[in-house]
């Protein structure tokens, strides 16, 4: 007698890969920044709240950002924008003493972030079945020291930096499954965003919710999704089940 | 009493990333496409000589870039390239009867590729050292296949779709670089074609020959560098005890 499942609907059956979101879908960026800010600036005698700083250096990401999507400033990778957003965090705190060797260590940060603890087991669940890539504003290099500090196995690295700009304009999602010679329908997007996924749907994409509640500090993240999605999940390994409600293959005789 | 090694020459301790060219240096694209040229033509009653099949549509693909290089073409990925040149290979062998959904079929070929026997666990004793991302003329989604199919454990895949240009180009070297933070002389090119040693190495690339004699049939490789190379290995194993000169660090009591 096999397991009881569900089988999926017809659009899912055509996905083939799936794209994440990174910075809060897949990392904890907030106390890891907090930690990494500590560590740098600690040993100079600066005491502050430091996830206080996390908050406010991450406060200055999207209308960075935005300088880059409505044409004012022409595309240029996160770490540089993260830097310009230091500086200005920095003097913002009168920590203006704080010298550039410091400045461009503690800007690597970003490239020391922490994953959920679902999310390399989670992965590792999905990838016999989709082909895995972030598809994050964070550039190429961030990507890949998040991956193999966290052992994230990813296919291909897409998002931002592969399609010179930044979400969610429409180009990042439909760049993502060019890249992987796929149609935007057999392509999920993978967020803990509603403004991410709507976008991605927006872009001819599936979506996929997962609620990552303690992203700002507990309890303050997006406990469900506010957009139409086309399934929900309270981590990866959750979502690894939902794709995946065929019972396994037999192994051959 | 440690085992003698020699140590690396400076410039190469600063080595951060080796990148790949991966037709004919990581896998034998020749005995491979003839092999899915067969498979796909056979069955339909076309018989001719498969070897010399995967040269004739091998020989297009160096005047394809081309057009693109001279700015005669906008940059398009090598998918598109390599089914234009499969129309004028089918035409000119006096296949034109051959139809759409096969030539579509047959074009995938390029992402069915094997790989030398020693590409897998060279990689893998690479990785620890290095980041590791093909460099190659083919387009994201031929990188991410051939990697499933072969166990090619990239950090990122870069090269001419990322640049959008074509090897040797400079800008595909330098772009290489860029997407990893790093400086070209950080970055070693590992090929099996002088030509692509030399236009890294003028980019200002590390560079590595890697000798691949079978490539066009038995004995036909290049044997040696043509050119100054900072490395000469006969294999990706060789490679890595090349660059790995150190003993093995003892670990943790």
């Known amino acids: ?34 930690r990494e800010a500590e560590l740098a600036l ?50 913002d705190l009168g920590l203006a003493q704080v010298d550039e060797a410091t400045r461009v260590q503690l800007n690597l940060a970003w490239h020391r972030l922490d994953a959920w603890p679902d999310v390399s087991a989670g992965l590792q669940a999905l990838r016999p079945a989709f082909l895995l890539a972030p598809c994050s504003n964070g550039n190429i290099a961030i990507m890949v020291n998040l991956a193999r500090r966290n052992h994230l196995p990813w296919d291909a690295i897409l998002g931002a930096e592969v399609a010179r700009d930044y979400k969610p304009k429409r180009v990042v999602y439909t760049a993502s499954a060019e890249s992987l010679n796929l149609q935007p329908h057999e392509v999920m997007m993978v967020a803990a965003h509603s403004f991410d996924l709507e976008a991605a749907a927006e872009a001819g994409l599936r979506t996929a919710f997962v609620a990552r509640p303690d992203e700002y500090g507990p309890g303050t993240g997006e406990p469900a999704a506010t957009c139409p999605v086309d399934v929900s999940a309270s981590s990866l390994l959750e979502l690894a089940q939902q794709l995946n409600p065929s019972p396994p293959i037999p192994p051959m005789q």
Chains 1, 2 share one sequence.
């Not at 499942?5 to 920044?33: C, H, M, N, Q």
């Open 42 to 91: 600690g040993p100079q005698g600066i005491e502050t709240d430091w996830l206080a700083f996390a908050d406010a250096w991450r406060a200055q990401y999207q209308p960075a950002m935005e300088e880059v999507r409505s044409g004012r400033l022409p595309f240029s990778k996160l770490d540089a924008l993260h830097r310009r957003n230091l500086d200005v965090v920095l003097k």
């Open 1 to 34: 007698m096999p397991a009881t499942y569900v089988s999926l609907p017809e659009p899912l059956k055509r996905v083939k890969a799936l794209i994440f979101d990174v910075f809060g879908t897949l990392v904890d960026w907030r106390t890891s920044i907090a």
